[in-house]
């Protein structure tokens, strides 16, 4: 099954919610949300599978086509999207918000890994939330890569 | 030394930095989101060559540090791919491993590029090329095929006649039998046979020329004689014009006007021209409706040129620098495709050559083909095979006869060989070559109607070049290589018919000696 970035769209009123499945890359089109004229875009990553550098040119070449006074707000950002936006310029732009994400944690009693999914208002100072493990619903989850440069897109 | 670290965490490239044994002192942000391994299990990592695998066995990240380490120098690796261990993802990367002085010892930074991108686009690009490629000659067959369609009401009616005359002869052998009286009308039955035999042998030649100008196709270059491919195109188109009362001149400067060409491609340029001059000229109507096609060659014989000119309706000078582009036409919707000179300018430039527009004086149009002579566009069709090799030991030969047919066996022979032909049917022009371009070895035909070998050679030994000569002539003239073996230092001597490996043994003999 092809994983090429698929994309749709909900419109509830002035709001255009997109939902983008698949790889952002070289190939992936955002032709049929340049069109939308709404004075707000939230974006979903929930499923999104993957994104290269060249997908990265593809995004920001479509944010340009958006008016500076519409606003944005990323959500449920895997990530790979996260990873993106604390390391390239652009991806997100400024004024723009991240309202949802997920972060990699680990459960040492189980030995497994995570990936939670948090609000950045419940994020204080680049500390990552306590999280109790959902399997073993016991032990605390270990943030699992370096909060200072995960959380870097809060600041 | 803090100092370097946080230099090395702005880094884009993903770096690890490791001791003597491997064990990882320090890694950048980006090493841990390009392998996806988090600190906690980076720290469980105990040597760095545990950290990836390589997928392709292209990278011996052991066998690259222990160099590095041993002889305290930058080590780089081939291009390999490799995988993070818990990850299924792989990617294509160069492994560069730098020795840095801390303290009193050496610690080594391990550079990442990653080229899984590029090698991505360029695998794409390959296939795109190749689809580019095959549509590309279905457009070429589909225009031939457009072609023939529109020279078909000219050629049935071209084939008509010789029907005409086979039926009419028929009827006459059928009234002599029924007479009874063979022998008193032998010579009319003799006649009507002979108009029979050359009426259907005139229709095999217009069929079998419309087939092969349809069905053949590859891309394959060989010598050819123009004058006689440009007859073809006429055949064609002939009878076309004949129908619209159109006069079609052949001019040609020469008898053999030899060059180095896709014989059905230039064919099919030519029947787009003459078709377009056909229909420009119908059009136009003028008093004296004619179609001129001319065949040329420049004073030194670099340059062959092919025109052709009509009195019609001229081209527009608004429109004069799109007519060459694809898909456009002035016909109206379904009467033209717009490939036609588009596709010609592509076959033209395929052959290294050029074709331009120029308004006839008067009325009408010149449309000029500039085609390389043989031997230079024998050499850049070989010099662009050369370069896409990557083993660079071609062999380069000029080989010289008046007889097409003997370059097109040189070149079939080694066309799969590390060896370069570049065929030459004049000495004269042979001569210009050889003061331009270094060749290894000249192969001369003995007996050439401008001049014989031993006049070529002497030509060739007074300008100073040494090249080895090798002489390509029948049993009757050995005697003249032995001759001039000394007197010209002639190497050898191909005997006609002659083999692959006759030349090969010869071209051996001609390089060994000019070695020593």
Redesign the interface.
């Known amino acids: 099954m092809s994983d090429k970035l698929t994309t749709k769209y909900d419109i509830d009123g002035d709001t255009a919610i997109v939902y983008f499945k698949g790889m952002i890359d ?1 190939d992936s089109e955002f032709e049929t949300i340049k069109g939308l004229s709404n004075k707000t875009y939230i974006f979903d990553f929930d499923e999104v599978s993957l994104i ?3 997908g990265i040119r593809e995004w920001v070449n479509f944010l340009e086509t958006i008016p500076k006074d519409v606003s944005l707000t990323y959500r449920n950002c895997r990530q790979i999207i996260i ?1 993106q936006i604390n ?1 390239v310029h652009g991806f997100i732009r400024t004024g723009a918000c991240v309202e949802s994400f997920y972060a ?1 944690y ?1 459960c040492e009693s189980c030995d497994e890994e995570f990936k939670v999914h948090l609000k950045s208002v419940d994020v204080k100072d680049s500390k990552a939330p306590v999280v109790t493990c959902s399997k073993c619903q016991k032990s605390e989850l ?1 943030f ?3 909060e200072q ?1 995960y959380f870097q897109f809060i600041k | 030394m803090s100092n370097h670290l946080e230099l090395l965490n702005q880094l ?1 490239e993903p770096i690890v930095l490791v001791d003597k044994d491997q064990r990882i002192v320090h890694y950048n ?2 090493f ?2 390009f392998s996806k391994l ?3 299990k980076l720290k469980k990592i105990e040597k760095f060559s545990d950290v990836f695998i390589s997928v392709d066995k292209k990278i011996d990240l052991v066998k690259i540090f222990s160099e590095a380490t041993s002889e305290n120098k930058t080590v780089l690796s081939m291009e390999g791919e490799v995988q993070f261990s818990d990850s299924l993802e792989s990617y294509v990367v160069v492994v560069k491993i730098i020795p840095v002085k801390s303290n009193e010892d050496f610690q080594y930074l391990i550079c990442l590029n990653d080229l ?2 590029e090698k ?2 360029f695998d ?1 690009y390959k296939v795109q090329v190749s689809e580019l490629k095959n549509s590309y000659k279905q457009l070429v067959h589909a225009d031939k095929l457009k072609s023939i369609g529109e020279l078909t009401a000219g050629i049935s009616h071209e084939i008509s006649n010789p029907l005409t005359i086979a039926s009419g002869s028929t009827e006459l052998l059928e009234i002599f039998l029924e007479s009874g009286d063979v022998a008193g009308n032998i010579d009319e039955i003799r006649e009507a046979i002979e108009n029979i035999q050359s009426s259907l042998l005139r229709i095999n030649k217009i069929t079998l020329n419309m087939k092969k100008f349809v069905y053949k196709d590859d891309e394959k270059k060989e010598y050819v004689n123009l004058n006689s491919v440009l007859n073809s195109s006429l055949e064609l188109v002939g009878p076309s014009f004949a129908q619209q009362a159109v006069e079609l001149k052949f001019e040609s400067s020469k008898e053999d006007v030899i060059a180095y060409a896709n014989e059905l491609r230039i064919e099919q340029v030519l029947v787009n021209l003459l078709k377009n001059a056909l229909d420009a000229v119908v059009l136009a109507n003028p008093e004296k409706r004619r179609v001129t096609l001319s065949l040329d060659t420049s004073n030194d014989g670099e340059a062959i040129f092919i025109k052709v000119l009509d009195n019609g309706s001229g081209v527009e000078g608004s429109i004069t620098d799109q007519i060459f582009n694809p898909f456009f036409t002035t016909k109206e919707v379904g009467s033209g495709t717009g490939m036609g000179l588009s596709l010609s300018s592509q076959i033209i430039e395929s052959h290294q050559g050029t074709i331009i527009h120029q308004d006839n004086i008067g009325a009408g149009s010149i449309f000029t083909i500039e085609l390389p002579g043989v031997e230079l566009s024998s050499y850049l069709e070989n010099e662009s095979t050369i370069s896409n090799l990557d083993a660079i030991s071609e062999l380069k030969i000029l080989v010289i006869d008046n007889e097409i047919s003997v370059l097109n066996l040189f070149s079939s022979l080694f066309q799969d060989e590390s060896i370069s032909i570049i065929g030459s049917t004049r000495p004269l022009e042979a001569l210009n070559i050889l003061d331009k371009l270094d060749v290894d070895v000249v192969i001369a035909d003995y007996n050439m109607p401008e001049m014989n070998g031993s006049e070529l050679a002497k030509i060739i030994r007074d300008k100073g070049n040494d090249v080895p000569i090798v002489y390509l002539t029948s049993e009757d003239f050995k005697q003249k290589f032995l001759d001039d073996k000394k007197k010209l230092n002639i190497s050898s001597v191909i005997i006609k018919p002659f083999t692959k490996q006759s030349i090969l043994d010869s071209l051996n003999l001609s390089i060994g000696d000019s070695n020593e």
């Open positions: 070289e290269n550098s060249c990873e390391m990699p680990y270990e699992d890569a370096i440069q | 884009f942000h980006n841990t989101t988090s600190p906690r899984s991108i991505n686009i794409k």
